[in-house]
């Protein structure tokens, strides 16, 4: 089923909508770095990664406006990414939540890892987690992973919603 111009225009006011959402919670993330100055650990790298890979997915469904099946291909494309950034918000979320003694010991920064490892190596170590992951910041008495496992959770819905939901034909066609 082809789209209206009206449809297509919404899923765009949609897809614009989840991009600005992302713009957002990095503006935070940026703000949290240099004027809190709240070091990012490794995981809160890749977590801001993957909320930018939600943006350029937001964006490029909001310019491509598709009128078929290339809404689904979006929707997939925020949901796989969403997901992505869903689990490494979890770890975070996990690593925080570990007793001091099992917390693991501060690894190497993320910038020499990138520089001495490959990239799966890379990957595997800071899945793993470190020392630094595990210190808390709260804003409003939750830690900044739960804030961004609530916005991967609603951002990302909220982007598979607007891509997949059904679009009502009108009774004039």
Same mark, same amino acid.
């Given at each position: 089923?082809?789209? #209206?111009? +009206?449809?297509? &225009? /919404?899923? &765009? %006011?949609?897809?614009?909508?989840? !991009?600005?959402?992302? $713009?957002?919670?990095?503006?935070?993330?940026?703000?949290? *770095?240099?004027?809190?100055?709240? *070091?990012?650990?490794?995981?809160?790298? %890749?977590?801001?990664?993957?909320?930018?890979?939600?943006?350029?997915? !937001?964006?490029?469904?909001?310019?491509?406006?598709?009128?078929?099946?290339?809404?689904?291909?979006?929707?997939?494309?925020?949901?796989? =990414?969403?997901?992505? /950034?869903?689990?490494?918000?979890? &770890?975070?979320?996990? %690593?925080?939540?570990? @007793?001091?003694? *099992?917390?693991?010991?501060?690894?190497?920064?993320?910038?020499?890892? +990138? #520089?001495?490892?490959?990239?799966?190596?890379?990957?595997?170590?800071? %899945?793993?987690? #470190?020392?630094?992951?595990?210190? $808390?910041? *709260?804003?409003?008495?939750? #830690?900044?992973?739960?804030?961004?496992?609530? /916005?991967?959770? $609603? =951002?990302?819905?909220?982007?598979?919603?607007?891509?997949?939901? @059904?679009?009502?034909?009108?009774?004039?066609?």
């Amino acid at each position: 089923m082809t789209l #209206s111009w +009206m449809e297509r &225009r /919404g899923l &765009r %006011l949609s897809n614009l909508f989840g !991009f600005l959402a992302c $713009v957002m919670m990095l503006v935070a993330a940026y703000y949290m *770095e240099h004027g809190m100055g709240l *070091e990012p650990c490794p995981l809160c790298i %890749l977590q801001r990664m993957a909320v930018a890979g939600m943006a350029v997915v !937001f964006i490029i469904a909001m310019l491509h406006g598709p009128k078929d099946w290339g809404r689904y291909v979006y929707g997939t494309l925020v949901l796989l =990414v969403a997901g992505a /950034g869903t689990a490494i918000a979890g &770890r975070h979320v996990w %690593l925080q939540s570990l @007793p001091p003694e *099992e917390v693991p010991a501060c690894g190497p920064g993320l910038d020499y890892m +990138m #520089s001495t490892f490959p990239l799966s190596d890379v990957l595997r170590m800071v %899945l793993e987690g #470190s020392g630094e992951c595990a210190d $808390v910041h *709260e804003i409003f008495g939750l #830690s900044l992973p739960i804030w961004t496992l609530a /916005g991967f959770l $609603v =951002v990302g819905l909220f982007g598979v919603w607007a891509n997949f939901k @059904p679009r009502q034909r009108s009774i004039w066609l």
